[in-house]
């Protein structure tokens, strides 16, 4: 039998994947942060979930410690048969035309005086890393943005448009034609599981393919909630490129479903509350 260890467990995604595997009777290590055993044990087959995301900013040295220094000592200094590690699509965010799918291939840019390309710097050296200091061990998942399971108080996007919506009111940030992938967890999980399992290489999107504005969410959310909507004047226009997975359905014939409907029940509107400007 397989033995996984998942490295993140507390996180959203780690979770989920410690009771997938755990149901399906599979031996699954879970080591809590700073468990020194994971230098000791023979890991098998992990899954790196670890990671730093919505407060990266206020964090850099702690991101890159996440995303590449313990990443280093761990594909250096510990026994494991394959290991995949959790990048972002967010990487994609300075391609060039953001109408074209963005495959895994594509040359990618970005800029250290920016504080946001932080992350994406981190996440692409520990992607490289991977290809190229794992002996051939290692693949790369670029998830997209993960919906489905957050904790109440997350501070991720959709969490936070749901808080604002229990107390009747959502004011938007960023445009209404703002867009971006989403994928839902039970999407996710089965397939990094099957990537774990091999013989997956390199990297792979693993999205929806389907790029969501924040006007069909904002649907979706005040038909389920009747909230009232503004949007700061002035706000900037947020567009990810559409993101290409013709790798996850042709090696695992994945078909992930489109994330606002695996979230809300599509429901009868007798009237949408108004957005307006403020």
Not at 159 to 177: F, K
Request: aromatic share 6%.
């Amino acid at each position: 039998m397989t033995r996984f260890t998942i490295l993140g467990a507390s996180g959203t995604i780690g979770r989920r994947l410690v009771a997938w595997l755990r149901a399906a009777g599979e031996e699954v290590f879970a080591p809590a942060r700073g468990d020194e055993g994971i230098w000791h044990e023979d890991l098998g087959t992990v899954i790196y979930c670890i990671g730093v995301t919505a407060d990266f900013r206020s964090r850099p040295l702690e991101t890159v410690e996440a995303h590449v220094s313990l990443l280093r000592r761990l594909l250096a200094e510990t026994r494991f048969e394959r290991l995949v590690y959790l990048s972002s699509t967010r990487v994609y965010g300075g391609a060039a035309d953001d109408d074209r799918p963005a495959r895994e291939d594509i040359p990618l840019g970005v800029n250290p005086h920016s504080g946001s390309d932080l992350y994406n710097l981190s996440k692409l050296m520990g992607e490289s890393l991977c290809l190229h200091g794992s002996r051939g061990r290692a693949c790369v998942a670029r998830l997209s943005n993960v919906v489905g399971g957050e904790d109440a108080d997350s501070e991720n996007f959709i969490p936070s448009l749901l808080r604002e919506a229990s107390t009747g009111h959502i004011h938007l940030r960023s445009a209404l034609d703002s867009a971006k992938d989403y994928i839902h967890i039970d999407d996710v999980v089965p397939l990094l599981v099957r990537m774990a399992r091999g013989p997956a290489t390199g990297i792979y999107n693993l999205a929806s393919g389907i790029r969501t504005s924040h006007a069909e969410w904002l649907e979706a959310i005040t038909a389920a909630t009747g909230a009232r909507v503004t949007v700061e004047a002035g706000a900037p226009r947020i567009l990810f490129p559409p993101i290409d997975i013709t790798r996850i359905r042709t090696e695992f014939g994945a078909d992930p479903r489109a994330a606002v409907r695996s979230i809300f029940t599509p429901v009868a509107r007798a009237s949408t509350p108004a957005i307006a400007s403020a």
